[in-house]
């Protein structure tokens, strides 16, 4: 989509991050999540994002509108290997990995190729960076992010059930080599 544009969110820009914390908390109280996020807490975890971008290692990604509205917004940086990500790191083998963390479209304006150009944002950030590999999970049940996956040449490589307040969910994890 061509007069959409993808940009880093300028976290000095007050309106910007109240309207990508919007966003969030909106695209991730739908399907397949139904998770509740109140305007506080989407904007503590859009917050949260701005440690990742430290020495360069992660960039927050916005998409905006013709009118200015941002409707997209995407979270990449490098892998962190981490006790709970053993397994992962593991299969994702050697090398220097980029993690593909959150993605939202605005539920109005779905279809229309925005993940696809807030993704192709993160692995040409992920190519900057040297990495050889690009991963991602979402829940078994998230049919469009794993089409988007499928589509874009990810494969499935790890599985992973996880128990969250008593209420298990499964994760499928996703990679593609960059080079
Ligand atoms: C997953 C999500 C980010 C996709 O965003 P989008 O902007 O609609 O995706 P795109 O338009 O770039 O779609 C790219 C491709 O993904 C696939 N796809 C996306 N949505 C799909 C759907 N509902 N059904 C089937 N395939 C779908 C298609 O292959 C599509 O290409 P096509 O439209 O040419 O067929 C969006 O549905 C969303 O925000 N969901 C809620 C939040 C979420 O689950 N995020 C992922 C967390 S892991």
């Known amino acids: ?13 007050k309106q910007d991050v109240e309207e990508t914390a919007k966003l969030h908390g909106t695209a991730f ?17 859009v917050h949260s994002w701005k440690a990742l971008k430290k020495n360069g290692r992660g960039k927050v990604f916005v998409a905006r509108a013709p009118d200015g509205r941002i409707i997209g917004l995407a979270v990449g940086h490098l892998h962190q ?48 960076l040297n990495c050889t590999k690009v991963y991602g999970w979402t829940s078994v049940d998230n049919t469009p992010k794993i089409e988007q996956f499928e589509k874009e040449g990810f494969r499935d490589f790890h599985r992973e059930v996880t128990k969250t307040g008593g209420v298990k969910s499964e994760r499928g994890y996703y990679n593609k080599r960059l080079k």
Do not use: C
């Open 81 to 128: 290997p981490t006790k709970h990500s053993k397994e992962v790191s593991q299969k994702l083998g050697k090398g220097k990995h980029y993690y593909l963390r959150k993605i939202a479209t605005h539920p109005d304006f779905l279809r229309r190729g925005i993940a696809k150009a807030l993704t192709a944002a993160r692995l040409k950030h992920a190519q900057k």
């Open 1 to 13: 989509m061509s007069e959409i544009k993808v940009e880093e969110l300028n976290y000095r820009k």
């Open 29 to 45: 109280s739908g399907y397949p999540w139904f998770e509740h996020w109140p305007l506080e807490e989407s904007l503590k975890e």
